[in-house]
T-cell receptor, first 114, second 116 residues
Framework: EPEVTQTPSHQVTQMGQEVILRCVPISNHLYFYWYRQILGQKVEFLVSFYNNEISEKSEIFDDQFSVERPDGSNFTLKIRSTKLEDSAMYFC????????????FGDGTRLSIL | AQKVTQAQTEISVVEKEDVTLDCVYETRDTTYYLFWYKQPPSGELVFLIRRNSFDEQNEISGRYSWNFQKSTSSFNFTITASQVVDSAVYFCALKGYTGANSKLTFGKGITLSVRP
């Protein structure tokens, strides 16, 4: 069964450094998302992306965050200058075009900021 | 605004017991979708079920069953004859219909521990 893949599985970065999290969504999906989960807390929406532009973003997704689909397969989340509070599990998800289709999640990237 | 409340935080049962996980939601959308996801200790999020707001028919899939009641804004999940492999965090999530790629709003999750 096709799945969303995320790399790396764990990223350790010094505070203030830039980090790029990578995702390969399911190939016939058109809608892409990033969520994050701070340890022990609920999953929070960051951003949704369709047709090469952001559809919606949360208040968490400030100017330090950006997303890109640089080619036909990858979907990336960049954090420009990481802060300690960016430490979390970041999940990429994708879904098909129908509104009632579930979002399928990758295994996540655990981001640790030192 | 959308909101999902999972009032139970942790549940511990002995294997073979039945367990029900509660979910209550709030939305102003007339069309919306409800989901349950499972997060095992390995950390991934696994889709379990989707329910549309206009379909209140309950569903059974093996040991899993879901009870959707629009009148009480609840979408509860029951595991029958629980097994140790059911130990995980279970999230209820809501998607309003503001477009095909509307975001998911998650509850805080329920940690289920099934003891042998």
């Amino acid at each position: 069964e096709p799945e969303v893949t995320q790399t790396p599985s764990h990223q350790v970065t010094q505070m203030g450094q830039e980090v790029i999290l990578r995702c390969v969504p399911i190939s016939n999906h058109l809608y892409f998302y990033w969520y994050r989960q701070i340890l022990g807390q609920k999953v929070e929406f960051l951003v949704s992306f369709y047709n090469n532009e952001i559809s919606e973003k949360s208040e968490i997704f400030d100017d330090q965050f950006s997303v890109e689909r640089p080619d036909g397969s990858n979907f990336t989340l960049k954090i420009r200058s990481t802060k300690l509070e960016d430490s979390a599990m970041y999940f990429c998800a994708s879904s098909r075009e129908d509104s009632n289709q579930p979002q399928h999640f990758g295994d996540g990237t655990r981001l640790s900021i030192l | 605004a959308q909101k999902v409340t999972q009032a139970q935080t942790e549940i511990s049962v002995v294997e073979k017991e039945d367990v029900t996980l509660d979910c209550v939601y709030e939305t102003r959308d007339t069309t919306y979708y409800l989901f349950w996801y499972k997060q095992p200790p390995s950390g991934e999020l696994v889709f379990l079920i989707r329910r549309n707001s206009f379909d209140e028919q309950n569903e059974i899939s093996g040991r899993y069953s879901w009870n959707f009641q629009k009148s009480t804004s609840s979408f509860n999940f029951t595991i029958t004859a629980s097994q140790v492999v059911d130990s995980a965090v279970y999230f209820c999530a809501l998607k309003g219909y503001t477009g095909a790629n509307s975001k998911l709003t998650f509850g805080k999750g329920i940690t289920l521990s099934v003891r042998p």
